[in-house]
């Protein structure tokens, strides 16, 4: 079983709107936990790094939480663009140098 | 470019022919990372290396995979009768201790 967990798997939204992603994990112990962007056949691309003691990290318009208590952590896109379009991969590593990757959200904008 | 390069970015060969894959490191990254990633899905780990030592190979990779990393610097990853299973795109991370790991374009293979 998956230790990261993403939702949706993919959703559609409108140039300029905002839309949230979910991670969920399992992986114990925790070291720190990674937004990566992803385009169609190129590698992922680091948004955001955070730590256990981080709440909130932001990147320009990408911003992401996580709450270590619950295991939870999202990635907010506010006033979305086109080139916003692309995968979108929460990857938790532990005390090791395991990485463990969620499966993605495919975010797709249209004008 | 001081990125991690990978190369090719795309290969296609026949069933049961023989491939390999080299990977470029950032330069003063002693780990280095393989992952191997199908449509719809987040990457899978294969294997990882510290400096030049193989410090695990996961139970994805049969023994027709193997990877190299001489004098730690660049790393090689090579299939051996590919099967159209293997089908994926294949990508190589480094990172310099715990710290962030930063990854390739990808190679691209197909068998047909």
């Known amino acids: 079983k998956n230790q990261v967990e993403q939702s949706p798997q993919s959703l559609i939204i409108l140039e300029g709107k905002n839309c949230t992603l979910q991670?969920?994990?399992?992986?114990?112990?925790?070291?720190?936990l990674r937004w990566y962007k992803q385009d169609t056949g190129r590698g992922p691309v680091s948004l955001t790094i955070?730590?256990?003691?981080?709440n909130t990290k932001s990147n320009g318009r990408y911003t992401a939480t996580l709450d270590a208590d619950t295991k939870q952590s999202s990635l907010h896109i506010t006033a979305s663009q086109l080139s916003d379009s692309a995968s979108y991969i929460c990857v938790v590593s532990g005390n090791d140098y395991k990485l463990s990757f969620g499966a993605g959200t495919t975010v797709t904008v249209r004008a | 470019d001081t990125g991690v390069s990978q190369d090719p970015r795309h290969k296609i060969t026949k069933r049961g022919q023989n491939v390999t894959f080299r990977c470029d490191p950032i330069?003063?990254?002693?780990?280095l990372y393989w992952y191997r990633q199908t449509l719809g899905q987040g990457p899978e780990f294969l294997t990882y290396f510290q400096n030049e030592a193989q410090l695990e190979k996961s139970r994805l990779l049969s023994d027709r995979f193997s990877a190299e990393r001489p004098k730690g610097s660049f790393s090689t990853l090579e299939i051996q009768r590919t099967e159209q299973g293997d089908s994926a795109m294949y990508l190589c991370a480094s990172s310099l201790a715990r710290n962030e790991a930063f990854f390739g374009q990808g190679t691209r293979l197909t068998v047909v």
């Open positions: 330069s003063e990254h002693n780990r």
């Open positions: 991670c969920n994990y399992t992986v114990s112990p925790f070291s720190n």
């Open positions: 955070m730590t256990f003691s981080e």
